[in-house]
């Protein structure tokens, strides 16, 4: 008996870039991507910068590229503009999100495509594995803190992020739904998109072979980041939960506070490890960024600043 053909797909990669020549290496993983016969790929550069500074190197690198690229000017320095950019331009079944200091693997977006297949999700994370350089810190690559990967709830997964992401363009929690362009400064977009997209119905499943690598550049493999970047993330998390349960923010807060609490205390009682204490210590910094998005605090910025050594912000 002859079998039906399998259905052809045809998936966007959205790459968003500011100022970041590491673009070239991500570009260049994209062409060694191993596709099944029935996926066809486009690659879509949207560039965040003022000026059209990634221009050159998308153009010069799209010839050696087995896929059409697409060059997108969306000024500037907002990482939600950049997103949306990409939403709108996209045109095929499905979008992925990568972020322009990562590479991807070769079976990322089939093993992607065949997750949102076999599970019918709305969206589909991979991880992020960071790679950190021999000069950071022991305790940092011991512990692992930069790397990425999804949170599970009772068994759901109920936020996500945009570095290795597959969305299916036709679902109705997905079509229309855009990024915070007021979170495109500070961060925080991504995960308020997927937290929305969750609560709205949408599922979201995970991909444990969709393999994304991340360098840990220097500016980046410190305490002093690492800090700055739990704090955020908590007032996101914090200002979520004001518009989820705008009447519990008194609970939620004093709930905050004692998880805060907790982990400092743990971290006290580990402090000859140092990569036990920090974890410790980033979590109750988590939280008290969660009290501070509870109570409406502007969240703090990270992105848009001007570049150390060559690389800034993607995402």
């Known amino acids: 008996m002859t079998q039906p053909p399998s259905p052809r797909f045809q998936v966007d990669i959205c790459v968003c870039t500011y100022r970041r020549p590491y ?22 550069v949207a560039d965040n910068d003022a000026a059209p500074s990634a221009r050159d190197l998308a153009t010069s690198i799209a010839p050696s590229l087995p896929f059409e690229l697409i060059y997108i000017h969306c000024p500037a320095s907002n990482i939600s503009l950049a997103r949306n950019a990409c939403l709108d331009a996209a045109g095929g079944d499905y979008l992925a999100f990568v972020d322009d200091d990562s590479t991807v ?16 999700a709305d969206a589909v994370l991979g991880p992020v594995r960071s ?41 109705p929690h997905v079509e229309g739904r855009r990024f915070n362009l007021s979170l495109g400064k500070t961060g925080g977009e991504d995960t308020e998109y997927f937290s929305q997209l969750h609560a709205a119905g949408g599922r979201i499943a995970y991909a444990e072979r969709a393999l994304v690598l991340e360098p840990v550049p220097a500016d980046r493999a ?53 990569h036990k204490r920090n974890r410790q210590a980033l979590r109750g910094i988590m939280h008290i960024g969660a009290i501070s998005g509870l109570l409406g605090v502007r969240e703090i910025r990270l992105y848009g600043e001007e570049p150390t050594g060559g690389r800034t912000h993607a995402a």
């Open 23 to 44: 673009l070239a290496e991500t570009l260049g993983s994209l062409a060694t991507l191993e596709l099944p016969a029935n996926v066809q790929a486009r690659i879509i």
């Open 105 to 120: 693997t070769a079976a990322w977006l089939a093993t992607l495509i065949e997750t949102a297949e076999t599970s019918g």
């Open 131 to 171: 790679v950190y350089a021999s000069t950071a810190p022991s305790w940092m690559r011991r512990g692992d803190f930069h790397s990425t990967n999804p949170v599970w709830v009772d068994g759901q997964i109920h936020t996500g992020y945009s570095g290795n992401v597959l969305l299916r363009r036709a679902s």
């Open 222 to 274: 410190r305490l002093q980041w690492l800090v700055k970047r739990r704090f955020r993330s908590g007032q996101t998390h914090g200002r979520l939960l004001a518009s989820q349960k705008a009447g519990r923010k008194p609970v939620q807060i004093a709930l905050a506070a004692a998880k805060a609490a907790y982990c400092f205390a743990g971290a006290a009682a580990v402090g000859i490890i140092p």
